[in-house]
């Protein structure tokens, strides 16, 4: 299906249900005289079921019109099956969840278009790319374009911030397709602690005063304990936390610091009360009725074919290379500390298991082969771009990127594949 074959362009969502169910009527009144076999009326009758589904769904924005279909209806690859590419995409940008990356992608992608307006912010970097710190973005906030007359709408975002439903409805094309990623909460709370080390070194402190002195280490990234810092923390986190706001870093990147992202006052969660699952499981039922897509960084491939396929894209528009990671380390907290940490950000791992479960389904029904065969053509893609532009060995810095060869440094492609938020 694509956009030209979308009724809601032509009619209004009230004309079109009134339409529908009047044509439905008539064709049940004489569904019982037709001239059909047994078989032929009973797949009438599923369109019926399913059309009045259609109709009967609660769709504030009718634009998306991709939403009230199957996911096989969906789906198709750009100059292979008869579907459009979508263009105007929401990216809900998380920290520390390999999101980098497709942040590449997706400005690639609108760099190859002309006339693309991205949403832009006030920072290049960081943790919230909108000043507003822990609040949800709103439309009146800094950003490029916000008072130009008859402000246009925006086709690309990929951004860090703190999600807001009705803002981003109201500055985005009104047939955006939402995007978000997720990490292992395990290997994000990690990764956060490292890297925002100065900005929660309050808590640190206090911390390590609990520590034997000999495995304290100290302030400095070089020579701190952090892995003994997560294990100490995690014997009580709630004690840790009680003198910080809920707006402060402390809280920011270690409690639930994925489920943040989306808008929900996760600090809630802190508050040990009987319904906090219900609660939970509501806000992530919002997240899939709204989302169109979820990337899972452990299988990002498969996630980046499901989306190319969804998306009616190319191979060479999801073709990546791993860009912003921090140098492993080979580390992880201690056997006890992790199974602290599933209790204590329980909300994360609720997130990240029902969007890795919900993968695997779409995988399945898509076709498992098929998917696979598109993985393989998005690798071998990676490695073509690899031998061609880059050196053999990645940046030595904390962070690190791929080099670009020397000699292939004026090579536009190869520019464009290494290129993160601050250089774009």
């Known amino acids: 299906m694509t956009n030209s074959d979308n009724p809601s362009e032509a009619l ?197 005063e609990d520590m034997k002195p000999e495995d304290r280490g100290s302030d400095d990234k070089k020579n701190a304990n952090f892995y003994g810092e997560m294990d100490q923390f995690l014997t009580k986190p709630w004690d840790y936390l009680e003198s910080f706001h809920f707006a402060h870093s402390a809280y920011l990147f270690v409690v639930n610091p994925q489920f943040l992202f989306f808008g929900y006052p996760s600090y809630l969660l802190s508050m040990p009360y009987q319904r906090g699952y219900q609660l939970v499981d509501a806000w992530i039922h919002e997240i899939e009725q709204d989302f169109d897509h979820m990337i899972i960084l452990e299988d990002l491939d498969r996630s980046l074919a499901v989306l190319m396929l969804k998306l009616c894209w190319s191979v060479e528009d999801v073709m990546h290379l791993k860009l912003n990671g921090m140098k492993p380390d080979g580390k992880s907290i201690n056997a006890d500390s992790q199974r602290r940490l599933r209790s204590f950000n329980w909300a994360d791992y609720r997130l990240y298991d029902f969007y890795m479960n919900k993968l695997n389904r779409e995988v399945k029904k898509i076709g498992t082969e098929k998917v696979q065969a598109i993985v393989d053509r998005i690798t071998h893609a990676a490695e073509v771009i690899t031998q061609e532009c880059l050196k053999p060995h990645m940046s030595t810095g904390w962070i690190t990127d791929p080099i670009v060869k020397p000699e292939k440094s004026r090579n536009q492609t190869c520019h464009f594949m290494t290129e993160g938020n601050l250089e774009y």
């Not at 169910?21 to 019926?48: T, Y």
């Not at 710190?133 to 130009?148: A, K, Q, S, T, V």
């Not at 985005?172 to 994000?188: A, Q, T």
Request: hydrophobic letters at 35%.
């Open 12 to 208: 209004t969502r009230e004309d079109l249900t009134d339409a529908i169910h009047a044509e439905l009527e008539e064709f049940q009144n004489n569904l019982p005289d037709a001239q059909m076999n047994e078989v032929e009326k009973i797949v009438e009758v599923e369109k019926i079921k399913y059309v009045n589904q259609y109709v009967a769904a609660n769709d504030s924005s009718p634009q998306r019109w991709w939403k009230k279909l199957p996911l096989e209806q969906q789906i198709g690859e750009f100059g292979k099956d008869n579907c459009e590419k979508k263009t105007s995409i929401y990216f809900l940008k998380t920290s520390k969840t390999g999101s980098t990356t497709f942040a590449n992608i997706l400005m690639r992608f609108g760099f190859a278009r002309e006339g693309t307006n991205y949403l832009m912010g006030e920072s290049n970097n960081g943790a919230m790319f909108f000043l507003n710190g822990y609040l949800p973005f709103n439309e009146n906030l800094c950003y490029l374009g916000r008072d130009i007359p008859n402000r246009p709408l925006f086709d690309i975002s990929y951004v860090h911030m703190r999600y807001n439903r009705t803002a981003v409805d109201r500055v985005m094309k009104k047939d955006v397709f939402k995007v978000s990623i997720l990490r292992d909460p395990l290997s994000n709370f990690m990764s956060s602690w490292k890297y925002y080390n100065g900005l929660t070194k309050e808590m640190r402190i206090k911390i390590r």
